[in-house]
T-cell receptor, first 115, second 118 residues
Framework: AQSVTQLGSHVSVSEGALVLLRCNYS??????LFWYVQYPNQGLQLLLK??????LVKGINGFEAEFKKSETSFHLTKPSAHMSDAAEYFC?????????????FGTGTRLTIIP | DSGVTQTPKHLITATGQRVTLRCSPR?????VYWYQQSLDQGLQFLIQ???????AKGNILERFSAQQFPDLHSELNLSSLELGDSALYFC?????????????????FGEGSRLTVL
């Protein structure tokens, strides 16, 4: 079974500062990893995904994440935080690309941006 | 706009009642997933349907049931409602059909149905 652990249920950063949201995964097979964002009163929106190939993946809104197999991590970063980044972020894992596998989500990290 | 439509957006009902949540997946998507999001449990996978058939089951209570119809829309039925069933229920779909070769497991989420049980 796969699982993801998100370290820190709440993270606060100043506007313009680096954003780092941590995610560690557990999987017995090569994982497919995702970061989703949820803005208030909205559904989840895909930020970025890692399937195969390049381990540094870039997503929307300036976010990127690096798949590190040796550390079983898939941390999300953004060089400079913007007020509009305030939201809840979810890391998720699935087994393989096939479209029929459920995503297993982490518990989420609420990001607050300090003006 | 993800292309996934959920109705109703908000629902308030009493304990013991039964409600039905509806989901229309993105055009062409064959898989539909239901998730429950609550403050104490986070995002929990409930059930998945693929082209009308149940494909995977998660933490779905026996009081809950779902189905996917020939037109691919799905309904989640919640019965004998309890206070603890109050949550946001999300539907998501994924493309398998003609895009199977390029599908990478991404789910497209609706905006959710917020259920409040009083």
């Amino acid at each position: 079974a796969q699982s993801v652990t998100q370290l820190g249920s709440h993270v606060s950063v100043s506007e313009g500062a680096l954003v780092l949201l941590r995610c560690n995964y557990s999987s017995s097979v090569p994982p497919y990893l995702f970061w989703y964002v949820q803005y208030p009163n909205q559904g989840l929106q895909l930020l970025l995904k890692y399937t195969t190939g390049a381990t540094l993946v870039k997503g929307i809104n300036g976010f990127e994440a690096e798949f590190k197999k040796s550390e079983t991590s898939f941390h999300l970063t953004k060089p400079s935080a913007h007020m509009s980044d305030a939201a809840e972020y979810f890391c998720a894992v699935t087994r393989y690309a096939g479209g029929n596998e459920k995503l297993t989500f982490g518990t989420g990290t609420r990001l607050t941006i300090i003006p | 706009d993800s292309g996934v439509t959920q109705t109703p957006k908000h629902l308030i009902t009493a304990t013991g009642q039964r409600v039905t949540l509806r989901c229309s997946p993105r055009s062409g998507d064959l898989s539909v997933y239901w998730y429950q999001q609550s403050l104490d449990q986070g995002l929990q996978f409930l059930i998945q349907y693929y082209n009308g058939e149940e494909r995977a089951k998660g933490n779905i209570l026996e009081r809950f049931s779902a189905q996917q119809f020939p037109d691919l829309h799905s309904e989640l039925n919640l019965s004998s409602l309890e206070l603890g069933d109050s949550a946001l229920y999300f539907c998501a779909s994924s493309g398998v059909g003609v895009l199977a070769g390029t599908n990478t497991g991404e789910l497209f989420f609706g905006e959710g149905s917020r259920l409040t049980v009083l």
